[in-house]
C-alpha cells in the first residue's frame, strides 16, 4: 500500500471507526436504524443517479433538466395512480412519460449540439425551469404521495432494530436488481458494447453498419426513464413537491462525481457514501450534516478527480 492510501486511511478510517464504536456504545438501534435508512436514500439517490450516468456520463449529454424528468414522471405517475388505484402502473407511466421526454430532447436537441457542451448547459438548464414552472402550473405547490401496495405496506421486524418499513426494504432491493441489469446491459449484451463503442468512437461504429443515432437515442430514453421510475418510487418513499426537482439533480451530480463518469458501480458506491452520510449527519449533527456531502465531493476530487471508479484517459 502506498504512502498516499496510508494517509487517507489514517485521515478518514480512523475518525469513522471511533465514531461507529462511540454510536453503537450509545445507542446502537439508532445507529442501525439510521444506517437502513442511508441505505434507503442511497437506493433512491441511485435510482436517479443511473439515469445521469447513462447520459452524462456515458454519452457526455449535459442535461442539467434531469431533476425535471423525475419531477414530471413523479406528478404523471400519481395522477396515473390515482385515477387507476394501481402503483404498478403509476412506475410504468412515470417511467415512460419521461423516456418519452427524453427521447423528444435527444432527437430535437442533443443530436444537434454534440460535443457542444456549453449550449446543451444552457438549453436543458432553460428546458428545467420550463418544464418545472408547467408542472406547477398543472399540479400547484401542493405535496402529494403514494400509496404503496398492500404487498410492501407496513413493518416488517428486523434484528437490532426492532421494526422498519417493508416499503423501504423493497426499495434498497429493487435498486439493486435495478443496478445489477443496468450492469449487465452494458458490459454483457451487444446493446451495451454498440452504446460504449458508440461513445468512444461513433465514425468507426457507424462504418460497422449501426445506426448509432438509434443506440444514443435508446440510451437517452433509458436514462431518462429511469429519472420518472424514481420519482414515482421517491414519491412513495417520501413525497412530490416543487423543488425536488433541484433536490435530486444536485444529489445526481454529486454521486457522478464521486462515483465516476460512467460507472454504473461506480453511481452505487456514490449513492451509499453521499446516503450514509447524510443520514448519520441528520441524526448526530443536524447542524453541519450538509457539510459532509460536500467534503466527501471535495475528498474525491482532491484524491481521485476522475471519481472512484473513473476511467483514466
Known amino acids: 500500500m502506498s504512502k498516499k492510501s496510508w494517509f487517507l486511511w489514517l485521515l478518514f478510517g480512523v475518525p469513522i471507526a471511533v465514531f461507529v464504536v462511540w454510536a453503537l456504545w450509545d445507542n446502537y438501534t439508532l445507529f442501525f436504524k439510521t444506517f437502513l435508512n442511508g441505505l434507503t436514500l442511497a437506493s433512491l439517490y441511485f ?9 452524462f456520463g456515458l454519452m457526455r449529454n449535459v442535461n442539467l433538466a434531469h431533476g425535471s424528468l423525475y419531477l414530471v414522471g413523479a406528478y404523471i405517475g400519481w395522477y396515473v395512480g390515482e385515477h387507476t388505484g394501481s402503483w404498478v402502473l403509476a412506475v410504468i407511466a412515470g417511467f415512460l412519460s419521461a423516456a418519452v421526454l427524453g427521447l423528444l430532447m435527444q432527437v430535437l436537441i442533443f443530436r444537434h449540439m454534440q460535443g457542444q457542451d456549453l449550449r446543451q448547459t444552457l438549453v436543458t438548464i432553460g428546458l428545467s425551469i420550463v418544464m418545472a414552472d408547467i408542472a406547477l402550473w398543472i399540479w400547484g405547490a401542493e405535496i402529494y404521495t403514494f400509496d404503496p401496495p398492500s404487498w410492501i405496506y407496513g413493518s416488517t421486524t428486523l434484528p437490532l432494530v426492532n421494526k422498519f418499513p417493508t416499503y423501504r426494504i423493497f426499495v ?15 458490459t454483457r449484451t451487444r446493446i451495451g458494447m454498440m452504446i460504449r463503442a458508440g461513445v468512444d ?36 418513499a417520501l413525497s412530490i413537491s416543487p423543488g425536488e426537482d433541484t433536490r435530486y439533480l444536485l444529489a445526481s451530480l454529486v454521486v457522478v462525481i464521486v462515483g465516476g463518469m460512467g460507472s454504473v458501480v461506480g453511481a452505487a458506491i456514490g449513492a451509499l457514501l453521499i446516503g450514509l452520510a447524510e443520514q448519520f449527519g441528520l441524526a448526530y449533527a443536524p447542524t ?16 481521485k478527480p476522475r471519481g472512484l471508479m473513473g476511467k483514466n484517459t
Open 47 to 55: 435510482l436517479v443517479a443511473s439515469g445521469f450516468t447513462l447520459v
Open 172 to 186: 434498497f432491493v429493487a435498486s439493486v436488481v435495478i443496478g445489477v441489469g443496468l450492469w449487465l446491459m452494458l
Open 201 to 236: 468512437d461513433r465514425g468507426m461504429l457507424a462504418a460497422s453498419g449501426v445506426n448509432v443515432q438509434r443506440v444514443f437515442a435508446l440510451t437517452f430514453a433509458i436514462g431518462a426513464g429511469m429519472a420518472g421510475l424514481a420519482g414515482v418510487v421517491g414519491g412513495t
Open 288 to 303: 453541519y450534516s450538509v457539510v459532509f456531502t460536500f467534503v466527501i465531493m471535495v475528498v474525491a476530487l482532491a484524491f
